[in-house]
């Protein structure tokens, strides 16, 4: 059964790390990533039947390097003083998703180190 021949979590996370970088390779530098913090769930948006949001809005980041926004897409939910956080970082943390940010990094697709600008 395909279901039980899974790679372990790291490698499936450093495969999403290595089809951005084909994404970034292909666009080069026409290419602008847009992450809507809005309705989080622990549950990908691509599930059939994803759990409710479990944090408020944060907001819309737009920036010109993958790796960055997603960073700070992280650390604005460690800064949050909502409730659901918890359960937030739980997901994240349970399956080790800051993985791939690092494993993007080490890919050389972008930087962790960013600057937030309020407009």
């Known amino acids: 059964m395909v279901w039980t021949d899974l790679p372990e979590q790291n490698a499936f996370l450093e495969s999403m790390a290595e089809a ?43 920036s010109t390097d993958p790796v960055a926004i997603d960073r700070a897409c992280i650390d604005l939910v460690k800064q949050s003083d909502d409730p659901g956080k918890e359960h937030f970082l739980e997901r994240v943390t349970s399956r080790n998703g800051e993985h791939t940010i690092d494993a993007a990094c080490e890919l050389g697709i972008g930087v962790i180190e960013y600057e937030l600008i309020d407009c």
């Open 20 to 62: 951005a970088s084909a994404v970034v390779d292909h666009f080069q530098d026409k290419i602008v990533y847009v992450n809507v913090m809005a309705n989080m769930s622990v549950d990908c948006d691509c599930c059939a039947i994803a759990e409710d949001p479990c944090m408020k809005d944060i907001g819309i980041l737009v």
